[in-house]
């Protein structure tokens, strides 16, 4: 294949849970005909008898920086000195401008430049030019400030945005080939970011799913007693499941009770098992932790109504999947989420932070089976519609095209 087909991702964490629709997007893109190599900054999220078939293959094909040892990785950077003691130097005092004077802030950014120095070794290895990153942008910022390549990234949400001087976003803009974004919430942040010469480098190329991976479920009897509620989240401050928690509360002293099924694990899960039962709903509550897919679908069998508390976020794939599963779902106005969900067509949104709200949108659906039955429906129209995996990925390979080859047409056969 042409050299000019191949293509790096760098990914901060591959595979991992939470980040299975990159896993996706890659064998997808390798489908269309594009020669994908992937380096992951920290191993796999599970240990490899927890991997899916797929992530196994990916785990496999896929370069390691934290897998290496430290004497390899110092060996690599004398190399990389003793080649082009310039560069070298050049790479490094911009990382340490970048870091400022914090003495947390440089020992962070150092171990930064080691990494870069390593995937800028291999991506020469390989023959390869350019280097799209996920969650790991600024290493892919100093490789490329200290070797000859260009490079993307792309933007999903909350971390990336919430503080764009820590996370140097202005800069990452202003050296980036292009900028995707999956929502256009997300780009118009980005806007704010930087100049308005700038602005054309921004690039809203939305995510998806496989609708048919996520068939829509079997009811349960309108007249289930407790309603089964599911949230699926990093559990930490940001998420808001606290708010939940409180509107699950609120809903047993209306003679509503719910069971409450949270996915996910993070720095808040004690204080979020003591807060429920501060609130008298320990028994009402299970903290299910991580889960592999197959418990996770299993939950998803189960669940009456889908609800997302958070405070900050993109576009979250749990959403495509609880809709493309006919679950309706109740999320919070903000960010890219209005996007996905058309209030009381799709789903139900509520004003963030309003735990009243919440509350009541939660209630709403719960005292009409024939609305979320048709919010259900409906929501698996939407996803169909503008959120199949296939098709957004097809858009995104031709992003690429033109981006990085200059092509107009789709991807290669």
Same mark, same amino acid.
């Given at each position: 294949m042409n050299s000019k087909s191949k293509l790096l991702y760098l990914i901060g964490q591959f595979p991992a849970i939470n980040h299975g629709y990159l896993l996706a997007e890659i064998r997808h893109l390798r489908r269309l005909g594009f020669d994908i190599d992937v380096i992951s900054v920290s191993p796999p999220d599970r240990p490899v008898t927890e991997l899916t078939e797929a992530e196994r293959e990916e785990a496999a094909r896929t370069y390691c920086v934290k897998s290496l040892s430290a004497a390899r990785i110092a060996l690599l950077h004398a190399a990389e000195f003793l080649r082009s003691p310039w560069r070298y130097f050049r790479g490094l005092m911009f990382t340490l401008g970048l870091a400022g004077i914090a003495p947390r802030r440089?020992? *962070?950014?150092? /171990?930064y430049f080691a990494e870069a120095v390593v995937v800028g070794r291999r991506m020469r290895d390989l023959g390869i030019a350019h280097v799209h990153a996920s969650f790991s942008a600024t290493v892919a910022l100093i490789a490329a400030k200290t070797f000859p390549l260009t490079w993307s990234f792309g933007v999903y949400g909350f971390g990336e945005l919430h503080d764009p001087v820590a996370t140097h976003l202005t800069e990452r803009i202003? #050296?980036?080939r292009f900028v995707r974004s999956i929502s256009l919430h997300g780009r118009g942040h980005l806007m704010l970011s930087c100049e308005r010469s700038q602005w054309p480098k921004l690039l809203y190329s939305p995510l998806g799913i496989d609708a048919s991976e996520f068939p829509p479920k079997g009811k349960r009897p309108p007249d289930s007693s407790p309603a089964r509620l599911l949230c699926v989240g990093r559990l930490s401050q940001e998420k808001g499941q606290s708010l939940l928690l %409180?509107?699950? @509360? +609120?809903?047993?002293?209306?003679?509503h009770p719910v069971q409450l099924h949270i996915v996910g694990d993070g720095p808040d899960r004690r204080w979020l098992e003591n807060y429920a039962n501060q609130l008298g709903m320990s028994a009402n509550v299970v903290f299910e932790g991580w889960v592999d897919q197959n418990r996770l679908m299993a939950l998803y069998s189960e669940t009456d109504i889908f609800?997302? &508390? +958070?405070? /900050? =976020?993109?576009? &979250?794939?749990?959403?495509? %999947? /609880?809709?493309?599963? =006919?679950? &309706?779902?109740?999320?919070?106005?903000? +960010?890219?989420? &209005?996007?996905?969900? =058309?209030?009381?067509?799709?789903?139900?949104? $509520?004003a963030v932070a309003d735990v009243d709200d919440l509350t009541q949108s939660i209630r709403t659906l719960l005292d009409s089976p024939e609305l979320r039955q048709r919010i259900g429906r409906q929501a698996r129209e939407k996803v169909l519609r503008e959120y199949d995996m296939a #098709?957004?990925? /097809?858009? $995104?390979? @031709?992003?690429?095209?033109?981006?990085? *080859?200059? =092509?107009?047409s789709g991807a290669r056969q």
């Open positions: 440089v020992l *962070y950014h150092l /171990a202003q #050296s980036a %409180e509107a699950v @509360a +609120s809903l047993a002293a209306q003679a609800v997302l &508390p +958070s405070l /900050a =976020e993109g576009i &979250p794939m749990v959403l495509m %999947e /609880a809709m493309a599963l =006919e679950i &309706p779902c109740v999320a919070p106005r903000i +960010s890219g989420i &209005p996007e996905l969900i =058309e209030h009381r067509v799709d789903g139900l949104l $509520f #098709s957004n990925t /097809a858009r $995104f390979a @031709a992003v690429l095209e033109k981006q990085l *080859y200059g =092509e107009q």
